[in-house]
């Protein structure tokens, strides 16, 4: 099977580029099953139930949230009006949040793909569960227990090298273990030496004329004066989506991984 997942939503231009070239990507790359975060999509800060739908519509399967999981309280309405969504936010935000940290979906070819995702701790100024140990407890035994035929787990959060000791750790328990959060793209896709693909952080789906999918003059003038009184707004250039493909063949255990970028000033595809 061959899945596909976006970094970051940033706003309505990264919406937009995801609206446009979404169907054309799943088609050029025979994509089975697709994986978007979207705790940017709302004007860069959370999302709201319109966006969400949105992405089903356009053919996502999961949406991935965040630090910004809450940053419109609508959604969580939303998700206690409909049990069955297919939002995913941190696995190890802390005991009776809303929402739910993993969900097993069942395909339309008989598999189960199972995919959640954990907020790592360095560097991040939220209350948190212990990634590792809610991992182990909640998500290692289902796996072992054969309950998914593919398995992926996105790690959002700021340090490398948190993402690369969750990476290693848990190499050879999932199809897949990827970053999101700090809206670059590193340059190590590759195949653990247990068979996991990884990439540290498939980066942002954004205008990348920008800092970190914001518009620059109000980013700068916060580092160079301190003070956080100015707005931050999604940059409204041209979008790169950025994200991965993970190509997992069961019956001759081979898997493959490969970067994307596609459109605004970091394209890389042409279609």
């Not at 994200?243 to 490969?258: F, V």
Request: charged share 25%.
């Amino acid at each position: 099977m061959n899945f596909l997942m976006i970094g970051d939503v940033v706003g309505r231009t990264g919406r937009n580029a995801l609206k446009s070239h979404l169907s054309e990507i799943k088609r050029k790359f025979e994509i089975d099953f697709t994986i978007v975060n979207a705790e940017n999509s709302a004007a860069g800060f959370g999302i709201t139930p319109k966006i969400y739908e949105e992405f089903i519509s356009m053919g996502v399967d999961a949406v991935t949230l965040g630090n910004h999981s809450w940053d419109k309280n609508e959604i969580i309405d939303y998700m206690e009006l409909n049990p069955n969504h297919s939002i995913i936010r941190p696995l190890n935000f802390l005991n009776n949040s809303p929402g739910r940290g993993y969900k097993i979906f069942d395909h339309s070819n008989g598999k189960k793909i199972l995919v959640c995702q954990i907020h790592t701790k360095l560097f991040i100024n939220l209350p948190l569960n212990d990634p590792f140990q809610c991992l182990d407890t909640e998500i290692i035994s289902l796996l072992e227990a054969g309950k998914a035929d593919y398995s992926f787990l996105e790690v959002h959060g700021e340090a490398t090298s948190e993402k690369n000791g969750i990476g290693q750790h848990y190499d050879g328990k999932f199809t897949g273990i990827y970053g999101t959060h700090t809206h670059i793209p590193t340059a190590d896709a590759r195949v653990l030496a247990k068979g996991t693909a990884f990439q540290t952080d498939i980066g942002m789906t954004g205008d990348y004329e920008s800092i970190i999918g914001m518009k620059k003059e109000s980013a700068i003038k916060r580092m160079r004066t301190g003070m956080n009184s100015n707005r931050l707004e999604p940059a409204d250039g041209e979008a790169t989506i950025s994200g991965i493909i993970i190509k997992r063949d069961i019956e001759n255990s081979s898997t493959t991984i490969q970067s994307i970028l596609i459109g605004g000033i970091l394209n890389r595809e042409v279609f």
